[in-house]
């Protein structure tokens, strides 16, 4: 079928311009192309769209009624091409996102939104892999992940470092202190997440480089819950600094030279990553992965 739009176009053509040679140039395509596709559609169907004597083109009753059927179907196909151009010029379009933390991926929602307001964003959060399923589905076009594994089929490239921070009760010795030393530390009890947080991973990695011991009396798989039990006095928790939400009862405690951090990556399928509003997104961030 696909020389069969290319015959009819070229028929439409000179049936809207008047002329082989005007629609020659209207396509961008040289006059004998055009000749040839429209004689090879009046022999494929035994014919006869023109009438043709000297320099003068008049539409057959077959052309004119191919006419009234091709025109829609063409000024469609412009108006498909006016729409792609307008994407491409105004940056329009919509961008799924997906990512492990609401904090850190509505603050890039917000920067683009500020930078690029025709483009419609949506939002997805929930745990590394879900985000990744997404991610392979096709389901979201972009996914934010703290330090994600190498795949070949994804392309990375970081888009923060963000320090992981104490999150204490108000009352707390620590809050007397600008900042506290790791080694302090195996002196409280610590609330962590569950296996396989990547906060609990930074401290606990951050924890046995330094040959700190870690108490632990408590494992949640929820921030709130954390919070909640880190408010009643049950011990201390961790959260990457811009996650931390300041809550009545808490404080948000550095260390010294930031034992701990977590980086964010961008992430999108290798196959897509020239995608225009991928590319223009990625392109703002160019620190290497």
Not at 141 to 152: E, G, N, R
């Amino acid at each position: 079928m696909h020389h069969y739009h290319k015959w009819l176009r070229s028929f439409y053509a000179v049936a809207y311009t008047g002329g082989f040679t005007s629609a020659a140039r209207y396509l961008s395509i040289g006059q004998p192309t055009v000749s040839e596709q429209v004689r090879a559609l009046e022999q494929r169907f035994d014919v006869e769209l023109f009438y043709r004597s000297g320099n003068q083109l008049e539409l057959s009753a077959a052309g004119e009624q191919l006419y009234e059927i091709t025109k829609p179907l063409f000024d469609l196909e412009e108006e498909a091409v006016q729409l792609l151009e307008s994407f491409k010029q105004r940056k329009s379009g919509l961008l799924r996102i997906g990512a492990v933390s609401p904090p850190i991926a509505m603050d890039l929602v917000f920067k683009l939104g500020e930078s690029q307001p025709d483009i419609e964003f949506r939002t997805y959060f929930s745990s590394a892999s879900k985000v990744l399923e997404k991610l392979y589905d096709f389901d979201v076009d972009v996914a934010m992940l703290a330090h994600p594994k190498a795949d070949p089929s994804l392309h990375t490239r970081l888009y923060q470092r963000y320090p992981v921070v104490a999150v204490v009760p108000e009352d707390h010795p620590w809050c007397t202190q600008e900042k506290v030393n790791l080694e302090q530390l195996s002196q409280e009890p610590v609330i962590l997440r569950e296996v396989g947080s990547r906060t609990r991973q930074t401290v606990e990695e951050g924890c046995a480089r330094h040959q700190v011991s870690i108490n632990c009396v408590m494992e949640l798989n929820s921030r709130e819950a954390i919070v909640h039990a880190i408010m009643k006095g049950v011990g201390i928790g961790f959260v990457s600094a811009p996650e931390y939400v300041d809550t009545p009862g808490t404080r948000a405690i550095r260390f010294e030279q930031h034992p701990f951090y977590i980086d964010y990556y961008l992430c999108c399928l290798e196959l897509r990553k020239e995608r225009p509003l991928i590319s223009d997104l990625f392109k703002g961030f160019e620190t290497s992965s």
